[in-house]
T-cell receptor, first 109, second 114 residues
Framework: EDQVTQSPEALRLQEGESSSLNCSYT??????LFWYRQDPGKGPEFLFTLYSAGEEKEKERLKATLTKKESFLHITAPKPEDSATYLCAVPRSYDKVIFGPGTSLSVIP | NAGVTQTPKFQVLKTGQSMTLQCAQD?????MYWYRQDPGMGLRLIYYSASEGTTDKGEVPNGYNVSRLNKREFSLRLESAAPSQTSVYFC?????????????FGEGSRLTVL
């Protein structure tokens, strides 16, 4: 069964303490992997799309990477404003996108 | 630029009542989607519309109906609400049909069914 899992479920970092979030997937014929950010009480907001193993994308303190089985979202020297839930998603077929449960990130000043 | 607008933002229903969630986008997007989000479950697709005039079921369609009223508007109806439908509902749109391309989400409609 196609599945997307994320770990850890929650992560608490001190400001400036770098770390990584993981997204693992079991989908045949990967057509891309998406990362979204969701702030409390808001809808998800698009961050990145990765299409092939080895691809990397960067935006400010965030860098997303992709392998054949998983993706990592690296957060370098995070700030409190990076606190949010980070969701990864994978297209399962031509018409459906599967979302993972998310990682809730808290960055403490 | 409003993007995707959902109404209402909050709603409390009693079991068996009906209601319609409204969604409108002003980005001239072709595809529109309804998701529900529950703790620990991620976002799950209820229904989608690849283009004006078409709708199709997603992962969890039971208990819901949809209408693509025109290119801008996509509504979700609960005919007889059940406590299991307590959730946060998100409408999203995308420029093109298919697996790629970013989704633009509304801010959500929080529904409680007592």
């Amino acid at each position: 069964e196609d599945q997307v899992t994320q770990s850890p479920e929650a992560l608490r970092l001190q400001e400036g303490e770098s770390s990584s979030l993981n997204c693992s997937y079991t989908v045949s014929g990967l057509r891309g992997l998406f990362w979204y950010r969701q702030d409390p009480g808001k809808g998800p907001e698009f961050l990145f799309t990765l299409y092939s193993a080895g691809e990397e994308k960067e935006k400010e303190r965030l860098k997303a990477t992709l392998t054949k089985k998983e993706s990592f979202l690296h957060i370098t020297a995070p700030k409190p404003e990076d606190s949010a839930t980070y969701l990864c998603a994978v297209p399962r077929s031509y018409d459906k996108v599967i979302f993972g449960p998310g990682t809730s990130l808290s960055v403490i000043p | 630029n409003a993007g995707v607008t959902q109404t209402p933002k909050f709603q409390v229903l009693k079991t068996g009542q009906s209601m319609t969630l409204q969604c409108a986008q002003d980005m001239n997007h072709n595809s529109m989607y309804w998701y529900r989000q529950d703790p620990g479950m991620g976002l799950r697709l209820i229904y989608y519309s690849a283009s004006e005039g078409t709708t199709d079921k997603g992962e969890v369609p039971n208990g819901y109906n949809v209408s693509r009223l025109n290119k801008r508007e996509f509504s979700l109806r609960l005919e007889s609400a059940a406590p299991s439908q307590t959730s946060v509902y998100f409408c999203a749109s995308k420029d093109s049909w298919g697996p790629t391309g970013e989704l633009f989400f509304g801010e959500g409609s929080r529904l409680t069914v007592l």
